[in-house]
C-alpha cells in the first residue's frame, strides 16, 4: 500500500521528490530511502 501511495503522489507531483516529500509529510532523505526500497523508478516514454 504504502509503494502505491509515494508512486502516486510522485506521478501527481511530476516526479518532484521534494514536493512529494513535502506533501507526505517526510523528510526528503526518508523518500529517496523508500523510493530506492520499493524500487521505484520514473516511467519510461
Known amino acids: 500500500m504504502e509503494k502505491e501511495v509515494i508512486a ?3 506521478e501527481k507531483a511530476g516526479w518532484n521528490r521534494s514536493l ?3 506533501i ?3 523528510s ?3 523518500l529517496v ?4 526500497e520499493f524500487e521505484i523508478h520514473l516511467p519510461r516514454k
Not at 33 to 36: E, P, S, T
Open 8 to 10: 502516486f503522489i510522485l
Open 20 to 22: 512529494t516529500a513535502e
Open 24 to 26: 507526505l509529510k517526510i
Open 28 to 30: 526528503y532523505k526518508a
Open 33 to 36: 530511502y523508500k523510493i530506492n
